[in-house]
């Protein structure tokens, strides 16, 4: 037996077999929840915001394709992390085998363990699809770093790259330094036995375990991150935002970002590629509440798929305010959905008449822009070969060619659906569509390559997946695109330290045949504007000047 926490459920929740879920009285959002956690417990928060209504936090069941904000933005999911039931998968782990099959192996076993839907998850009964009630524990959060895909390409392995004429030690191993980011793992799992989960349509609380132990843990948690006058003469400690980030500083600078994007345009006039997704990383220090970092981000940036993780040493933590779905699988009826995103426009903060008629317009000069509207049909089509691969066949469509969405920038985005072959498990599908189309260019494999060349970094997070996986096998994950990296020396429990941590934050364009190489510079900053608020008035100088990185001096084209 299982609970099903339908929405005809009554006040006191259902409890079978263990499984425990029911509302508790919580004051505030989970941001505000967030900000009242205890230093001492580290967290993995999943948040789910709207910019309907231009931050005013509203949000209705209609409007976005794919099935409205109200279908993206309803849950949120904060959870504490047991250091015990974290795994990770790092690169230098990987990389100890001598063949790329061996490496590549290892690195789909990975994936699949952490997709495998938990046993539990065909003990269903009729009603518990996708918005019917709570999303059912235990829970997994997931993290895939970009540079997996350079593990999973075959036409990425090292003797390859040595075949192409590009440099590479004899046993590749001082190359495979410098194409992984060292401070995230290529894969992380993060098993959580419950959650407190947040009901935005009903501005309402949850408490949902997959034990009565863990229910237990998680009700004495509400006491220290619920109301003050519940605390029984205990005092609650409430933090604040206290922060100070910046300046932030481009490591390849506005015109080493201008040559490459020139460099891509030149290989797309020559046919090698057709569209090329460049990027550069804003860094600079942190001092601080990393946690209110993050919230000021979400308060910006209104993230769809925002997610904020603490992973343990040595690992650094993760910030994410993404806009974007990467894939949504949903158990019960095998349904898959992507949404990429292609075209931005930025709209101004002010949230009067004046903030209605920017909207209007920059929604007007998104939807008639013709190079966006290529670069997004080329990404559509590369993402359901990617679905048609593991779906059913004759089972992949565009629901939505295109539509315009409001996310702090505005967005136009597609919606392509498909079936997931009954033969087919959620690894499979991940497998498949990894790394997501959107953040590549196409063709992919290629598009991949010529990124590796000219961006001459490792991405890390950036441009990977972080998914909430659930206790009937669905799950939901995000393009980690408007993503921080923040590494500390310093424990979770010392915020106050004196030593800064770093903060790094990517921001990119997608390149076509007519872009403009001093527009799509602007566009990346614009897409920065969740940091960049955040970092004062003295970051645009800072900005053009690069930072001191050692950069990749090979051009693709020689």
Request: hydrophobic fraction near 40%; charged fraction near 25%; proline fraction near 5%.
């Given at each position: 037996?299982?609970?099903?926490?339908g929405?005809g459920?009554?006040?006191?929740g259902?409890?079978r077999?263990?499984v425990v879920?029911?509302?508790?009285d919580?004051?505030?959002?989970?941001?505000?929840v967030?900000?009242?956690?205890?230093r001492t417990t580290p967290?993995?928060?999943?948040i789910?915001?709207?910019?309907?209504?231009?931050g005013a936090?509203?949000l209705?069941?209609?409007?976005?394709?794919?099935g409205?904000a109200?279908r993206w933005?309803?849950w949120?999911v904060l959870?504490?992390?047991d250091?015990q039931r974290?795994r990770?998968?790092?690169?230098?782990s990987?990389m100890?085998?001598?063949?790329?099959d061996s490496?590549?192996?290892?690195?789909?076993?990975?994936v699949?363990?952490a997709?495998a839907?938990?046993?539990?998850?065909?003990?269903?009964?009729?009603?518990t699809?996708?918005?019917?009630?709570?999303?059912?524990?235990?829970?997994?959060?997931?993290g895939?770093?970009?540079?997996l895909g350079r593990?999973?390409?075959p036409?990425?392995?090292?003797?390859?790259?040595v075949a192409?004429?590009e440099k590479d030690?004899?046993?590749g191993e001082?190359?495979e330094?410098?194409r992984?980011a060292p401070?995230?793992?290529?894969?992380?799992?993060?098993?959580?036995?419950?959650a407190?989960?947040?009901d935005?349509?009903?501005?309402?609380?949850?408490?949902?375990a997959?034990q009565?132990a863990?229910?237990?843990r998680?009700?004495e948690?509400?006491r220290?991150?619920?109301?003050g006058?519940?605390?029984?003469?205990?005092e609650?400690?409430?933090?604040?935002d206290?922060f100070?980030?910046?300046?932030?500083?481009?490591?390849?600078?506005?015109?080493a970002f201008?040559?490459?994007?020139?460099e891509a345009l030149e290989?797309?006039?020559?046919?090698d590629?057709f569209?090329v997704?460049?990027?550069?990383?804003?860094?600079?220090?942190l001092?601080g509440?990393?946690?209110?970092?993050?919230r000021?981000?979400?308060?910006?940036a209104?993230?769809?798929?925002g997610?904020?993780?603490?992973l343990?040493?040595?690992?650094?933590?993760?910030?994410?305010v993404?806009p974007?779905?990467?894939?949504d699988?949903d158990a019960?009826?095998?349904?898959v959905?992507?949404?990429p995103?292609?075209?931005?426009?930025?709209?101004?903060?002010s949230?009067?008449?004046?903030?209605?008629?920017?909207?209007?317009?920059?929604t007007?000069?998104?939807?008639r822009?013709?190079?966006?509207s290529?670069?997004?049909n080329m990404?559509?089509?590369l993402l359901?070969n990617?679905l048609?691969?593991v779906?059913e066949?004759?089972?992949v469509r565009?629901?939505e060619?295109?539509?315009?969405?409001s996310?702090?920038?505005?967005?136009a985005?597609?919606?392509v659906?498909?079936?997931l072959g009954?033969?087919?498990?959620?690894?499979?599908l991940?497998l498949?569509?990894?790394?997501g189309?959107?953040?590549?260019?196409a063709?992919k494999?290629?598009?991949?390559?010529?990124?590796?060349?000219?961006e001459g970094?490792?991405?890390?997070?950036?441009?990977?997946t972080?998914?909430?996986m659930c206790g009937?096998g669905?799950?939901?994950?995000?393009i980690?695109i408007?993503?921080?990296?923040?590494?500390?020396a310093?424990?979770?429990?010392d915020e106050?330290a004196s030593d800064p941590?770093?903060?790094?934050?990517p921001?990119?364009a997608?390149?076509?045949a007519d872009?403009?190489?001093?527009?799509e510079?602007?566009?990346t900053l614009?897409?920065?504007?969740?940091?960049l608020?955040?970092?004062?008035?003295?970051?645009?100088q800072a900005l053009?000047?690069?930072?001191?990185v050692?950069?990749?001096?090979?051009?693709v084209l020689?």
């Open positions: 037996m299982m609970v099903r926490a929405m459920m009554g006040s006191r259902r409890v077999l263990g879920v029911e509302p508790i919580l004051d505030g959002g989970p941001l505000e967030l900000a009242r956690w205890p967290v993995s928060a999943l789910s915001e709207t910019a309907d209504g231009r936090g509203t209705s069941e209609g409007g976005a394709g794919g409205g109200a933005s309803r949120s959870a504490p992390i250091a974290v990770t998968l790092s690169a230098q990987v100890k085998y001598g063949s790329f490496r590549r192996a290892v690195a789909e076993e990975a699949r363990a997709f839907a938990p046993t539990a998850a065909g003990d269903r009964d009729a009603g699809g996708r918005g019917c009630g709570v999303p059912q524990p235990p829970y997994r959060v997931i895939l770093a970009y540079e593990v999973l390409e036409s990425d392995d090292p003797r390859r790259r192409r004429g030690a004899g046993d001082s190359t330094r410098t992984f401070d995230v793992p290529l894969v992380f799992e993060i098993e959580c036995l419950g407190l989960v947040f935005r349509l009903e501005r309402r609380w949850w408490v949902a997959s009565g863990e229910a237990d998680l009700r948690l509400v220290w991150v619920g109301p006058d519940a605390q029984s003469g205990t609650l400690e409430v933090r604040g206290g100070a980030l910046g300046p932030l500083r481009s490591t390849m600078g506005h015109d201008v040559r490459a994007v020139r290989l797309i006039r020559e046919g590629v569209q997704n460049l990027s550069h990383e804003l860094r600079g220090e001092r509440d990393r946690r209110g970092l993050f000021g981000m979400c308060g910006t209104r993230p769809w798929f997610a904020y993780v603490e343990p040493a040595p690992w650094s933590t993760i910030a994410s993404s974007e779905l990467f894939l699988f019960c009826g095998r349904r959905t992507t949404r995103i292609k075209g931005t426009r930025a709209i101004s903060e949230h009067g008449t004046g903030g209605a008629w920017e909207i209007a317009a920059a007007e000069e998104l939807r822009a013709e190079k966006d290529a670069e997004l990404i559509v089509d359901r990617d048609g691969r779906c066949f004759g089972s565009v629901e060619a295109r539509g315009i969405e996310h702090a920038v505005m967005h985005v597609a919606t659906v498909g079936r009954d033969k087919r498990s959620a690894g499979d991940v498949a569509a990894y790394p189309g959107s953040i590549t260019g063709p494999v290629r598009a991949m390559q010529v990124i590796e060349s000219l970094r490792a991405r890390g997070m950036y441009c990977g972080i998914a909430l009937d669905s799950f939901t994950s995000s980690a408007r993503t921080a990296t923040i590494t500390r310093c424990s979770a429990e106050s941590a770093v903060v790094r934050f921001v990119g997608g390149i076509v872009s403009d190489p001093e527009a510079w602007r566009e614009d897409k920065a504007g969740a940091v608020a955040l970092a004062g008035r003295q970051y645009h053009c000047e690069p930072e001191v050692e950069r990749n001096s090979d051009s020689k």
